[in-house]
Each structure stands twice: as C-alpha cells, then as structure tokens.
C-alpha cells in the first residue's frame, strides 16, 4: 500500500516562503501524477497544482500562479510544492495525492496523504 507523508508546513508571515515536501513508501509513483490540494476551515479541498507522471504537463491553480511552485524527484519518490509571497488566504492544511492517469477515470486521486499545516500570519 501507497503512504505519503507531507512535511514542511509551519507559521510564516505574509510574504514570507514555505517548502513542502511529500514522500511516497510502498511503491514507486513514476507512473503517477502527483499533486497538491488544500482545505481551509469551513471550506472544501482545493486543487492547488499537478505535475504529470511525464513531467510533460503542470497546472497550477489561478489563484497561486506565479507564486506556487510543484517539482517531483522520480529517483527519490518525492514531490514538493515551493510557496513563495504567501498570503493569510494561503492558510490551510495541504495535503499531496497521487494518481493513476492510466484508470478510466484518470481525473481521480487514488493515494492520500494525512495533510500538514500551513498558517500565514498578516
């Protein structure tokens, strides 16, 4: 079975930057798109930015271009979110996921991880 284990959330000041870090164990994720949500208090979990299996296609959400960055490492079975400028409105707890873009429907998360705290101070 599939863990992901995020680390690197924390407290920062507005403008401040965090870098997220999301580890796979179980089996490798080469094949897999890997991605980062978010949920605030109150809110539903948001798709914040995915990076292909291939590395051929990124997205990031409107709401955090040109300051979100999301790179994966295949060798270490790894992916991290760098997130630059922050915002109190970036507060929420992040969570990475992976997918099979090879299912039927490939728009699914199959693998969770347990989420890490991300609080910006104004």
């Known amino acids: 079975q599939v863990q992901l284990v995020e680390s690197g959330g924390g407290l920062v000041q507005a403008g401040g930057s965090l870098r997220l870090s999301c580890a796979a164990s179980g089996r490798s994720l080469n094949l897999y798109d890997l991605g980062w949500f978010r949920q605030a208090p109150g809110k539903e979990r948001d798709l914040v930015a995915v990076?292909?299996?291939?590395?051929?296609?990124?997205y990031v959400a409107d709401s955090v271009t040109g300051r979100f960055t999301i790179s994966r490492n295949s060798a270490l079975n790894t992916v991290s979110l760098q997130m630059n400028s922050l915002k109190p409105e970036d507060t929420a707890v992040y969570y990475c996921?992976?997918?099979?873009?090879?299912?039927?429907?490939?728009?699914?998360?199959?693998?969770w991880g347990q989420g890490t705290q991300v609080t910006v101070s104004s």
């Open positions: 990076v292909s299996y291939n590395l051929r296609s990124t």
């Open positions: 996921a992976a997918r099979n873009p090879f299912k039927e429907n490939r728009k699914d998360f199959d693998y």
